[in-house]
Nanobody
Framework: LQLVESGGGLVQAGGSSRLSCAASGQSLDYYAIGWFRQAPGKEREGVSYISSSGGATTYADSVKGRFTIFRDNAKNTVYLQMNSLKSEDTAIYYC?????????????????????WGQGTQVTVSS
């Protein structure tokens, strides 16, 4: 399984951006997905997670109400819609995948659970 993130770039504070995590090699039907980010000088943090079914999602408190994670298994892609962006959202964003039964509502919320990682995409929010 290979994951490729896209959609990052420079965004003004208060603006929106949508990140994509496109998978190849295997169907994402059998994977739970997580979005993580790492800002300069800071540790990696979990941003949002979605179950293989898409029916269960969780968010970090820092992004709750502003970010939305969703998936389109027909396109083998998971998205992170980011609204009301703040300067503190500036980071490299990574998506990751962990094997999960198809249709599961189990959310994998620990980074150590994830076996596959993308290369990351930079999001810079200017104030």
């Amino acid at each position: 399984l290979q994951l490729v993130e896209s959609g990052g770039g420079l965004v003004q504070a208060g603006g929106s951006s949508r990140l994509s995590c496109a998978a190849s090699g295997q169907s994402l039907d059998y994977y739970a997905i997580g979005w993580f980010r790492q800002a300069p000088g800071k540790e990696r943090e979990g941003v949002s997670y979605i179950s293989s079914s898409g029916g269960a999602t969780t968010y970090a408190d820092s992004v709750k109400g502003r970010f939305t994670i969703f998936r389109d298994n027909a396109k083998n892609t998971v998205y992170l819609q980011m609204n009301s962006l703040k300067s503190e959202d500036t980071a490299i964003y990574y998506c990751a995948a962990d094997p999960s039964p198809s249709g599961s509502d189990y959310v994998h919320s620990s980074p150590s659970e994830y076996d596959y990682w993308g290369q990351g995409t930079q999001v810079t929010v200017s104030s």
